[in-house]
């Protein structure tokens, strides 16, 4: 099944995605859905059958972001050809994570916001999984029990922060960089997330593309590993790192720039489409904004 959350004239409104349009529900919050567990999955999967034959589907003119998560984690390096990009990274002994920031999210089609000149922002394509099932110490062989489905990320990033400044948590979080979508496949459609493919395209330009299968640590592991820390609850969404490809490793690098367009994807979910804009700042250099932050001890 393939959910996802559009706009009516009422506000946001959660949907099924059939072969003819989209089955309304009557749902406005995805996260509701997803808390109210298997029953309310096949409440709305048979509406959706309903709607099928009786013709009432409809053909969104708009699609959100599918959920805000309640907490969002960033994978860190999980790929073999993105650590031997990055002549400064270092091969992590378990899973790393960081946080990305709920009010970050957005949907296809929404524009990815550049604050300043000279952050230096690159994209990252990841696979994102959604929690459907609380779970505190799961162990590996029952994590992908507590899936609700897959969607695609885009990790958009500030390396200007991240790196020369080692504020992960700030380069990842300005508004609009997390690109979510464009729906969600449930996870009964997808037994072995290691079988997806994920890509990246800049301005038509394949950057990125890789299986899933060459993932350092799979799913189960890192529900597993972070279960053990923290309660992942209904909603939650846990991204898998990124392949080779991104733009800042390239020579010269290729950082985003106001007018381009991304499209991240996985061949068996969709593909999630933005537009680059400059924001109203855009004028300022980041080196000015750096330079008011430091002030004297």
């Given at each position: ?35 109210e567990g298997d029953a309310a999955r096949q409440r709305i999967r048979e509406k959706a059958d309903v709607a099928a034959r009786q013709g009432t589907l409809v053909q969104p003119d708009r699609v ?41 999210v957005i949907g296809p089609g929404d524009e990815i916001v550049l604050p300043y000149s000279g952050m230096d922002v690159d994209y990252e394509v990841e696979l994102a999984v959604v929690i459907g ?165």
């Open positions: 099944m393939r959910v996802l959350t559009y706009l009516d004239g009422d506000g946001p409104r959660v949907g099924v995605r059939t072969d003819g349009g989209v089955a309304p529900t009557s749902y406005s919050d995805l996260r509701a859905l997803i808390g959100l972001a599918p959920l805000r998560p309640g907490k969002l984690f960033g994978g860190g390096i999980n790929f073999a050809g993105h650590l031997d990009e990055n002549p400064g990274a270092k091969l992590p002994e378990e899973p790393f994570f960081f946080s990305k920031l709920p009010s970050s099932r609380a779970a505190k110490a799961v162990s590996y062989d029952r994590a992908l029990e507590h899936v609700y489905g897959y969607t695609v990320h885009n990790d958009v990033g500030s390396r200007r922060i991240q790196f020369k400044e080692a504020q992960i948590t700030l380069g990842k979080n300005s508004d609009t960089f997390a690109p979510l979508g464009p729906e969600i496949v449930t996870a009964d459609e997808i037994p072995d997330p290691r079988a997806l493919h994920i890509e990246s395209r800049v301005n038509g330009e394949l950057r990125q593309s890789e299986s899933c299968g060459a993932m350092r640590f799979d799913v189960p592991t890192v529900i597993e590993w972070i279960s053990s820390i923290i309660t992942l609850e209904p909603g939650d969404v846990i991204t898998m790192g990124t392949p080779a490809g991104c733009g800042t490793f390239r020579d010269p690098p290729l950082y985003l720039e106001p007018g381009d367009t991304v499209t991240v994807s996985e061949r068996s979910i969709g593909a999630l489409t933005n537009s680059v804009v400059a924001g109203p700042s855009y004028g300022t250099d980041f080196s000015e904004i750096r330079t008011r932050a430091r002030r004297p001890a």
